[in-house]
């Protein structure tokens, strides 16, 4: 049976923000470490994404997996596409479980408290610890860059069953504050805002043919967009 018969259940990621998967201390620890991953500055960040929320849905079994195409709801899987998908979650909250342990065993270490209770700083360098890679360094471009230095964005697939847990978690706190709103994060389209993307008005608006992402194109590209001149000239 296909997503198309799949009965659609009127539930929303964003009815409220108590935990559905985390414990209380897990919910915060999680949602601390995401905005040490994208902070808040001159922007707001994960925190008020409510990134941590994206999270806790994606974790929360299989009932958050795909969005009706309306919005309406989420769509409920049954026989093997269900089980697959409950073993992939499983295997991704007992990284997160693990996780927070882990990180808090490290905070514990280096600053006396758990990783919620250190200021900043200290979680950055909890962060490189159990990254085992140094705090990346702002980068300013420069007045004069154009768009000759990469390709347009695409599709960038990458396998999530196979990450541990910092890189999951780093993947998992992009996917969150870019993502539709309707899967939990990107709290009133903050993410998207953030980039100057004006986002479709609802998930209902991309499958109605009512919004369009014209304004992003390449005018003078043509089919195959990706093999026209106008847009090899990015890579």
Do not use: C
């Given at each position: 049976?296909?997503q198309?018969e ?8 964003t ?12 919910w ?21 994404a ?15 997996v ?21 073993e992939?979650i499983?295997?991704r909250?007992?990284l ?25 700083d200290a ?9 085992g ?16 230095g ?26 969150g ?10 709290l ?14 609802s ?8 919004y ?14 990706e ?9």
């Amino acid at each position: 049976m296909g997503q198309a018969e799949w009965v659609t259940i009127p539930i929303s990621a964003t009815a409220d923000d108590d935990p559905i998967f985390f414990t209380e201390h897990e919910w915060r620890t999680v949602e601390a470490a995401t905005a040490r991953i994208i902070p808040t500055d001159h922007h707001p960040g994960a925190r008020e994404a409510r990134v941590v929320r994206f999270i806790d849905r994606m974790l929360a079994g299989t009932d958050y997996v795909f969005a009706s195409a309306d919005g309406s709801g989420f769509l409920r899987m049954t026989g093997k596409d269900e089980g697959a998908w409950a073993e992939r979650i499983a295997r991704r909250g007992a990284l997160y479980r693990e996780g927070v342990v882990e990180l808090d065993r490290l905070a514990r270490e280096a600053g006396g408290h758990d990783f919620v209770d250190l200021d900043d700083d200290a979680q950055d360098r909890v962060l490189e610890l159990l990254s085992g890679e140094p705090k990346p360094q702002p980068y300013e471009v420069p007045g004069n860059a154009t768009g000759a230095g990469g390709a347009p964005a695409g599709n960038q697939p990458v396998n999530e069953d196979f990450l541990e847990f910092f890189p999951l978690l780093v993947l998992n706190t992009r996917q969150g504050f870019y993502a539709d709103p309707v899967y939990g994060g990107n709290l009133e389209r903050i993410g998207w805002g953030v980039i100057g993307f004006d986002g479709p008005p609802s998930l209902k608006s991309t499958t109605d043919g009512s919004y369009t992402t014209i304004q992003y194109m390449i005018p003078e590209a043509s089919w195959p967009y990706e093999r026209h001149p106008a847009v090899l000239r990015y890579r």
